[in-house]
């Protein structure tokens, strides 16, 4: 069995490019795949948003769509960059995504999915409560759901416990941001490198499998 670490950030637009390649290494039997949010659009790392800033993310995101073929809509465009009333952070999003991992692990890669989708492609603001509430109900995570909505001792422990041990992962092997995976078999862990997981997720599969 290969331990995979994923680290990533759930407004990241390069981690929204590598979904297919998580998706695959998901359902692969041979990997287990660990979820680390890294909290870098969270707190300090959280901004407004504005027309430089939105004008710098649809340049990029243009750039990772044409790479991967993940698609960033123009109502992305309209009413998420656009809406210089909302902040970017990814604060809130990361809080839902610890919610389902401690309700429902497994469905954890699904959820991430459907929080990407419903920014990148719908067009909704996912640092916002009410609607991750929302998203979570319509997959029918109402536990995880009833959670975000009244966050415990026990949820900010967990989400906490997470991004410091994605921060000393990324720290321990020198990784500069997001997406970051790390592969660990019989205890010997290792950085891989990225690249493909955007290009070829397929690629990327039989890389870590023939590790």
């Given at each position: 069995?290969?331990?995979?670490?994923?680290?990533?950030?759930?407004?990241?637009?390069?981690?929204?490019?590598?979904?297919?390649?998580?998706?695959?290494?998901?359902?692969?039997?041979?990997v287990q795949l660990h979820l680390l949010p890294?909290?870098?659009?969270a707190g300090e790392g959280a901004r407004?948003?504005?027309?430089?800033?939105?004008?710098?993310?649809?340049?990029?995101?243009?750039?990772?769509e044409r790479l991967t073929g993940q698609v960033f809509s123009e109502r992305y465009r309209s009413e998420v960059l656009a809406n210089h009333q909302q902040m970017?952070?990814?604060?809130?999003?990361t809080f839902a995504l610890t919610a389902v991992a401690l309700t429902e692990p497994s469905r954890e890669v699904e959820a991430l999915k459907a929080l990407q989708q419903a920014r990148y492609v719908d067009g909704m603001d996912i640092s916002d409560i009410d609607s991750l509430q929302a998203i979570l109900g319509r997959l029918r995570l109402t536990d995880a759901a009833a959670r975000?909505?009244?966050?415990?001792?026990?949820?900010?422990?967990?989400?906490?416990?997470?991004?410091?041990?994605?921060?000393?992962?990324?720290?321990?092997?020198?990784?500069?941001?997001?997406?970051?995976?790390?592969?660990?078999?019989?205890?010997?862990?290792?950085?891989?490198?990225?690249?493909?997981?955007?290009?070829?997720?397929?690629?990327?599969?039989?890389?870590?499998?023939a590790a």
């Open positions: 069995m290969r331990d995979l670490y994923y680290i990533f950030d759930p407004l990241c637009g390069w981690c929204y490019g590598a979904g297919p390649a998580v998706t695959a290494l998901a359902a692969h039997a041979d890294s909290g870098l659009f407004p948003m504005n027309a430089e800033f939105a004008a710098y993310a649809w340049s990029n995101d243009q750039r990772i970017f952070d990814s604060g809130p999003a975000l909505a009244r966050p415990d001792a026990a949820l900010v422990e967990a989400n906490n416990r997470r991004l410091h041990q994605a921060r000393q992962l990324m720290q321990q092997f020198g990784a500069r941001g997001v997406p970051t995976f790390i592969l660990q078999i019989d205890g010997q862990a290792r950085l891989l490198p990225s690249s493909a997981a955007f290009s070829d997720p397929h690629g990327f599969l039989e890389q870590v499998l």
